[in-house]
């Protein structure tokens, strides 16, 4: 099972700023199967990315995924009030999905 | 627009089984699309716990694989899911989910339900 490591666990930061958020597979990934996500406290998580760089509908252009194989990187290029929340990765291979444990990107 | 809601008891005893129901409204099931759940224990991350094909084929966490029946009933337009003897770590926010057609992450969410695993 390919395990995700998101870093760091948490990140403050403050609005306007650029943030930098890290995900790696202990296997390579197909880029088609890497997806992120946000999550707000009370709320579902809302899909963010697929296919590790194409933006779901509705998603701003501040947010950026990138990466291949085993290292992918979701950007948000400057952090709007409400872009602090939980992010997490997630992937599929094998028949089986795995999420990242999640980044906070917290208000500094 | 697709919508999904979950339903089902708040609270199970230790060493039954937990089951749930996710409603899903604005389009068939049996047009297609795998459909998932997810869970999230109390102050952490998200574990997924299976998928199913609208066909009936399923796919389930190797972890929880042994515990886990998740079946679908187009004639209602939803999907189940039973997990047996279950102890205080099963106690989370279960979600219900539809996954992307090619890409396979979860495109729609429903709100989640908690359960609460406790004598």
């Known amino acids: 099972e390919i395990v995700l490591t998101q870093s760091p666990g948490t990140l403050s930061l403050s609005p306007g700023e650029r943030a930098t958020l890290s995900c790696r597979a202990t296997?390579?990934?197909?880029?088609?199967?890497l997806a992120w996500y946000q999550q707000k406290p009370g709320q579902a998580p809302r899909l963010l990315i697929y296919?590790?760089?194409s933006r779901a509908t509705g998603i701003p252009d501040r947010f950026s995924g990138s990466g291949s194989g085993t290292d992918f990187t979701l950007t948000i290029s400057r952090l709007e009030p409400e872009d602090f929340a939980v992010y997490y990765c997630q992937q599929y291979g094998s028949s089986t999905w795995t999420f990242g444990q999640g980044t906070k990107v917290e208000i500094k | 627009q697709v919508q999904l809601q979950e339903s089902g008891p708040g609270l199970v005893k230790p060493s039954e089984t937990l089951s749930l129901t996710c409603a899903v409204s604005?389009?068939?099931?049996?047009?297609?699309?795998?459909w998932g759940w997810i869970r999230q224990p109390p102050g952490k991350g998200l574990e997924w716990i299976g998928s199913i094909y609208h066909s009936g084929g399923t796919y389930c966490s190797p972890s929880l694989k042994s515990r886990v029946t998740i079946s679908v009933d187009t004639s209602k337009n939803q999907f189940s899911l039973k997990l047996s003897s279950v102890t205080a770590a099963d106690t989370a926010l279960y979600y219900c989910?539809?996954?992307?057609?090619?890409?396979?992450?979860?495109?729609?969410w429903g709100q989640g339900t908690p359960v609460t695993v406790s004598s």
């Open positions: 296919g590790a760089s």
């Open positions: 296997q390579s990934v197909s880029s088609s199967y």
């Open positions: 989910a539809r996954h992307a057609a090619v890409t396979t992450c979860f495109e729609y």
């Open positions: 604005g389009y068939s099931i049996s047009s297609g699309y795998y």
